[in-house]
């Protein structure tokens, strides 16, 4: 090609350089700033893992309670922003109105979209991680018609957040310790991953100098597609389809369907561009699974049963094998998140509301690279030459 490589879907291209994350995807490893994902799971919360992704190290207790202090007085969104919500249809999907909110919040924070200050761009990342949880439990409180609920002050991240998305003001709400840790591992295990479709949206929207907010917007966007964070709703959707058309006697049928190319069906939750190995998300995310399962008294679940036997046949099958194909962070992720009461159509908003942090951190390590270009892909050219408007 002379000047420049053809790599469509960037297969072999780096486009950047990156000290946030860390995955070697033959031997199925993932780190944050070094630290091994299987480690940050067991031992700290999603809190830590934010302060980690932003500033490159854990906090110190002092720096946690200042940076818990500080992310909860940020977690209210502008009033106006329920009214611009309510320009929605009730029935939209939440992707489509978190995509919105997100963009929208460029028109309501313009007080630290200058993104040539350093203090400007931090004061954005906290909100942005701070409001997002509002922003989504707003969106799933619209769908269902019930009223707002305000964040408060006195409770964790993620416990702020399942009060937003299920409490009402007509009872008091008590926040499951349960179920509270299963969904700030759900964040942990979706805080970064490098530079994934999303994040790349977000660092080459961002490399015009436009603001965070925008730029975010457009990593939300991108990673509601099912080739990506869609994936989690739609792998639920699949296992539901199984069980509706016969359950553990169809999985045989549907699997030989995921072989036959002419089909056109995926299994969803199964494979990666970087993994060739197990991904060590789904293996945290599985464990997850099976202690929520058991402690909501859910053992039984057939739909966790369902995605086992799938698990199980996809591992010894030759089409698997061949391809390197395993499962990868969104194939259990639904079932916890069902399991917990969130409805399968705010799966990958959640996904957006954990990947938030990695998206920012990742735009500002960008914007703070001296040498940063605007991102300027070349193309093959296979249309027609020059001729000339005969009329
Ligand atoms: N089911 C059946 N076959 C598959 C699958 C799958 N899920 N994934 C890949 N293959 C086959 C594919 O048909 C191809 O076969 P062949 O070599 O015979 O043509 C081979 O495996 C390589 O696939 P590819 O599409 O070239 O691989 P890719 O790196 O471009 O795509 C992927 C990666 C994640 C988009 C793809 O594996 C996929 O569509 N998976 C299902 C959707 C999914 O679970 N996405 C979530 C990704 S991880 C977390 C996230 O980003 O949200």
Redesign the pocket.
């Known amino acids: 090609t002379g000047k420049f490589t053809y790599d469509p879907?960037f297969?072999s291209t780096a486009s950047c350089s990156s000290s946030i994350t860390y995955i070697d995807g033959d031997k199925g490893e993932l780190l944050y700033r070094g630290y091994p994902i299987e480690q940050l799971a067991v031992n700290c919360d999603f809190m830590d893992i934010c302060y980690l992704i932003l500033n490159g190290d854990l906090p110190d207790s002092k720096e946690k309670l200042a940076f818990d202090d500080l992310i909860t007085h940020h977690t209210m969104v502008n009033e106006q922003m329920h009214f611009f919500m309510r320009g929605f249809r009730r029935d939209a999907h939440p992707m489509a109105v978190l995509t919105g909110l997100v963009g929208a919040m460029s028109a309501f924070y313009h007080d630290s979209t200058d993104i040539t200050d350093e203090h400007s761009r931090h004061v954005s990342a906290i909100r942005m991680i701070a409001k997002m949880p509002t922003l989504v439990a707003m969106a799933y409180k619209y769908s269902q018609g019930q009223p707002f609920i305000y964040p408060q002050n006195n409770l964790s991240y993620t416990g702020n957040f399942l009060r937003m998305m299920f409490a009402t003001p007509c009872e008091d709400y008590v926040v499951n310790p349960v179920v509270e840790r299963a969904l700030d591992r759900i964040f942990i295990l979706h805080a970064d991953?490098e530079q994934?479709?999303?994040t790349s949206t977000v660092r080459l929207c961002g490399s015009s100098g436009t603001n965070p907010f925008a730029a975010i917007a457009a990593g939300v966007a991108c990673?509601w597609g099912?080739?990506?964070?869609?994936?989690?709703e739609?792998?639920l959707n699949m296992l539901e389809e199984i069980q509706a058309k016969g359950g553990m006697s169809y999985v045989g049928q549907f699997m030989e369907q995921?072989?036959d190319?002419n089909s056109g069906?995926?299994?969803?939750?199964?494979?990666?561009?970087v993994y060739k190995n197990y991904?060590p998300r789904a293996k945290l995310m599985q464990q997850t699974c099976k202690e929520v399962l058991a402690s909501l008294g859910l053992e039984n679940d057939p739909l966790f049963k369902l995605a086992m036997e799938v698990e199980r046949i996809a591992l010894e099958d030759q089409?698997?094998v061949d391809?390197k194909?395993y499962p990868?962070?969104?194939?259990y992720s639904g079932i916890v998140q069902r399991a917990i009461g969130v409805p399968t159509a705010l799966f990958t908003a959640i996904?957006a509301l954990a990947r938030t942090v990695g998206w920012i951190a990742q735009w500002n390590e960008m914007i703070s690279d001296p040498e940063y270009k605007i991102g300027r892909p070349r193309q093959l050219f296979v249309g027609s030459t020059a001729r000339d408007v005969k009329r």
């Open positions: 879907g297969l991953h994934n479709a999303s990673l099912p080739a990506h964070g869609g994936a989690n739609a792998c995921v072989k190319k069906v995926r299994l969803m939750g199964f494979g990666h561009r991904d089409y698997f391809r194909l990868n962070v969104d194939f996904f």
